[in-house]
Nanobody
Framework: QVKLVESGGGLVQAGGSLRLSCVAS????????MGWFRQAPGKEREFVAA????????AYPDSVKGRFTISRDNAKTSVALQMNSLKPEDTAVYYC?????????????????WGQGTQVTVSS
């Protein structure tokens, strides 16, 4: 069982930045593909970013591409999501997740472990 704990959420004005962090309970996360998802009230969980086990490959949907960056530090068992140029439509609870797969990481069904989420609110 891998426990994931997110932090770094908060309230920010449109155009601002936030950096989310996810720390895993395992001694290493190098075996896991890692992803970030978000869910706004009344909406389905949405893919935000993913990074493969080696960190060499990342993926983003068009809605955040060029604004968000995912990174990982396997030695520190952590994954970060740098969010720039935030928009009100980015408001949601953001979740970190770990997958033993290395493909189709945009799908929530590929993930084995989830964090409890951290709230991000972007004001206009």
């Amino acid at each position: 069982q891998v426990k994931l704990v997110e932090s770094g959420g908060g309230l920010v004005q449109a155009g601002g930045s936030l950096r989310l962090s996810c720390v895993a309970s395992e001694r290493t996360i190098s075996d896991y593909g890692m992803g970030w998802f978000r869910q706004a009230p009344g909406k389905e969980r949405e893919f935000v970013a993913a990074i493969k086990q080696s960190g060499a490959s990342t993926a983003y949907p068009d809605s955040v591409k060029g604004r968000f960056t995912i990174s990982r530090d396997n030695a520190k068992t952590s994954v970060a999501l740098q969010m720039n140029s935030l928009k009100p439509e980015d408001t949601a609870v953001y979740y970190c997740a770990a997958s033993h797969y290395s493909t189709f990481l945009y799908s929530p069904s590929r993930y084995d472990y989830w964090g409890q989420g951290t709230q991000v609110t972007v004001s206009s």
